[in-house]
């Protein structure tokens, strides 16, 4: 390698015309090939390819570039079946075969373990995928625009903020896409202005529909920048006319300048406030804003995984650290002692009490904080020890203290739920380095068709 490649500088130039072979994909889904260590990202491009490629961006230590041709084809290339998957960018890898999805998801697991974590010899298992791989997502949240025909709704163009009207999307829950049609229809017809975010003027800003797969329940959400929503007894009576399973209608204010969806306000406007869903035998109530698992089919595949290698008795206590709703803490208190849910948001865990009343379990607390902070003092000042502790964190992984403090903590076994490869590894090392061993790493494919990979792993104390 030159001198200057190892300071970063690009061995090619703007507008220069190479062959390159692709190795990996980008988080993003573009594809990365190699020059000379030099990394250049080229959209459109599957590992095992071959392309002519045009530079046309080089920074340090990486550029990016545009294929022009491709020499050899990916034996896992197919056509993406979405008519406007460029356009959107909300799926990766549509051009890639559900069998090669599932295949680079494994191999980046194992890759990025070996890269970063320096876990040679650990077991990764092949990713657990779906029989249909499409239309698993249980919530749309969709912006309103105009356009000189009447409201249209859909997405942002890739890089704009133009919205393109939308009428199916092949990832979605049907329910959710019709949903969001007519209410779409229902708003035009009685003359709503959608919302401009130019001007800051306008009522409608988004509909969210949330489709419980296993009630089949369905709540929709109006998203407005003021508390006035014109001609809203009619509205309602044609929503529910249009969409008999509606259980509930919600009106959300957001009055901000932002590309936040939600405001702070939220009124019924019909129904009820909560839709409830379940995970195996656990029910969940969800509101509006409620934080809950896009991908309930693979939501249940994935803490039956954490259930199993938590390997619980009924006699352990379990600590859940970035516990969101309680959905895993309760998932684990059927077959633990005791469980003890930690999160940050306030809001998470007062849905988290609320769904532990509604199963009836009193074997579980929850606590608002830092993971970081909240587990060191259960230990030391409420002397709990636990004999399983499992983690979810986000993807920048877990606190480094918190890491500290599971090592002190010497639980028998730590479960490992992970949306980051890289952040997983890193923490991997960190735990081998005080005394555990990873035992065993699952992907699950929570989010088919793009670029995202979830794996959860079982970690064990390996004694003084
Ligand atoms: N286990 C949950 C959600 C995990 S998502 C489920 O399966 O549904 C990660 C969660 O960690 C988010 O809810 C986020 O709010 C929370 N979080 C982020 N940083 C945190 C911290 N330092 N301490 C505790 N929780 C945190």
């Known amino acids: 390698m030159s001198k200057q490649n190892k300071q970063g500088n690009a061995p090619v130039q703007k507008n220069e015309i190479i062959d390159v072979t692709f190795e990996d994909l980008t988080h993003e889904g573009a594809g ?14 599957l590992p095992g390819e071959q392309a002519k490629v045009k530079v046309v961006k080089t920074k340090k230590g990486y550029g990016f570039g545009k294929l022009l041709e491709h020499t050899k084809e990916s034996e896992y290339r197919v056509e993406p079946p979405c008519p406007i998957y460029k356009q959107c960018g909300g799926c990766q890898l549509q051009h890639l075969s559900y069998e090669g999805q599932l295949d680079y998801k494994q191999n980046q697991v194992k890759n990025v373990l070996q890269r970063i974590g320096g876990l040679e010899n650990v077991t990764v298992h092949p990713t657990l995928g779906m029989e249909d791989p499409w239309r698993y997502r249980n919530k749309a949240q969709v912006p309103v625009g105009m356009e000189e025909g009447g409201l249209v709704a859909g997405f942002y163009q890739q890089r704009s903020h133009q919205i393109i009207n939308m009428e199916r999307c092949v990832i979605q829950d049907e329910a959710n896409d019709e949903a969001v049609s007519r209410v779409k229809e229902i708003a035009d017809q009685y003359g709503i202005k959608a919302y401009d975010e130019k001007i800051h003027k306008g009522t409608l800003r988004h509909i969210v529909a949330r489709h419980a797969l296993n009630t089949d329940q369905l709540m929709v959400v109006l ?4 508390t006035e929503l014109p001609n809203k007894k009619n509205i309602i009576d044609e929503i529910r006319q249009a969409l008999p399973n509606v259980k509930s209608i919600v009106q959300n204010i957001n009055p901000k300048r932002t590309n936040v969806i939600f405001g702070e306000q939220t009124k019924v406007l019909w129904g009820e406030e909560y839709i409830y869903d379940t995970i195996g035998e656990i029910k969940f109530a969800i509101s509006a804003r409620s934080f809950y698992q ?3 089919k693979q939501t249940k595949v994935l803490y039956d995984k954490a259930l199993e290698y938590a390997n619980l008795t009924g006699r352990e206590t379990v600590i859940d650290a970035y516990c ?3 959905t895993i803490s309760l998932f684990l208190a059927q077959k633990a002692k005791h469980v003890y849910g930690v999160e940050i948001v306030p809001e998470a865990i007062s849905d988290a009490k609320r769904n532990a009343k509604l199963n009836h379990m009193d074997n579980v607390d929850f606590a608002v904080g830092e993971a970081e902070e909240v587990i060191p003092w259960w230990h030391t000042a409420q002397g709990i020890t636990p004999d399983v502790i499992v983690v979810d964190p986000p993807r920048k992984g877990c606190d480094e203290k918190l890491l500290e403090t599971i090592i002190k903590m010497k639980p028998e076994r730590v479960v490992y739920v992970s949306c980051n490869p890289a952040t997983l590894a890193r923490d991997l090392k960190i735990l081998e380095e005080g005394g555990f061993e990873t035992k065993e790493v699952q992907p699950v494919d929570m989010f088919p068709q793009t670029a ?5 792993s079982q970690i064990i104390w390996k004694g003084n």
């Open 294 to 296: 896009v991908n309930p």
């Open 452 to 456: 995202h990979v979830e794996c959860v």
């Open 324 to 326: 969101g709703i309680g």
């Open 223 to 226: 998203v407005t920048k003021g």
């Open 32 to 45: 990365v090939a190699k020059v000379d260590g030099y990394a250049l990202f080229v959209p459109n491009a």
